[in-house]
T-cell receptor
Framework: GENVEQHPSTLSVQEGDSAVIKCTYSDSASNYFPWYKQELGKGPQLIIDIRSNVGEKKDQRIAVTLNKTAKHFSLHITETQPEDSAVYFCAATPSGYSTLTFGKGTMLLVSP | EAGVTQSPTHLIKTRGQQATLRCSPISGHTSVYWYQQALGLGLQFLLWYDEGEERNRGNFPPRFSGRQFPNYSSELNVNALELEDSALYLC????????????FGPGTRLTVL
């Protein structure tokens, strides 16, 4: 089955800096890669996702890149703000009739 | 439009008891997923239901079971509770069996004493 590894487990940045979280996956059949943000006491919220037919996707301050050859994908957050502080999870799955396999999460702390 | 809802918010049980957790998907969604989020272990897939049928099951013992009702809501049952079952149980829904994108509810915090 799929195995997803996520690094780092914790990340501290200053407000305005960029943050990068990296994930690797094992199943070459995986072709859907979502990212979730989980704030304290809440459920995970989908913030961006990417499919294997594209290498990069952006949404305002958030971007995701995918390298299928190396089987890794990354989340990039620019101009970080204190409200970006949360736990971020990556996930992967082969498309259609399958379930998400999650990384163990990255706790991002943005200091003012 | 309402998101995924779960009840109760918190549930306290003692070892050996049974727990029932409930989930209502986003309107129009037919697939419901259950995940366990124990401290430090990320999200572990439990069960997937679509159109009333169990589609997939994670690596959990049979005392974890569930069902999906005709209105697509779902319940998760945990029998013979153990202390290690204490966790946040998350429900997610997707449009249908072919759609990957999952949207999560707020979760039910289960504490086993």
């Amino acid at each position: 089955g799929e195995n997803v590894e996520q690094h780092p487990s914790t990340l501290s940045v200053q407000e305005g800096d960029s943050a990068v979280i990296k994930c690797t996956y094992s199943d070459s059949a995986s072709n859907y890669f979502p990212w979730y943000k989980q704030e304290l006491g809440k459920g995970p919220q989908l913030i961006i996702d990417i499919r294997s037919n594209v290498g990069e996707k952006k949404d305002q301050r958030i971007a995701v890149t995918l390298n299928k050859t190396a089987k890794h994908f990354s989340l990039h957050i620019t101009e970080t703000q204190p409200e970006d502080s949360a736990v971020y999870f990556c996930a992967a799955t082969p498309s259609g009739y399958s379930t998400l396999t999650f990384g163990k999460g990255t706790m991002l702390l943005v200091s003012p | 439009e309402a998101g995924v809802t779960q009840s109760p918010t918190h549930l306290i049980k003692t070892r050996g008891q049974q727990a029932t957790l409930r989930c209502s998907p986003i309107s129009g969604h037919t697939s419901v997923y259950w995940y366990q989020q124990a401290l430090g272990l990320g999200l572990q897939f439990l069960l997937w239901y679509d159109e009333g049928e169990e589609r997939n099951r994670g690596n959990f013992p049979p005392r974890f079971s569930g069902r999906q009702f005709p209105n697509y809501s779902s319940e998760l049952n945990v029998n013979a509770l153990e202390l290690e079952d204490s966790a946040l149980y998350l429900c997610a829904s997707s449009l249908d069996i072919f759609t990957d994108t999952q949207y999560f509810g707020p979760g039910t915090r289960l504490t086993v004493l």
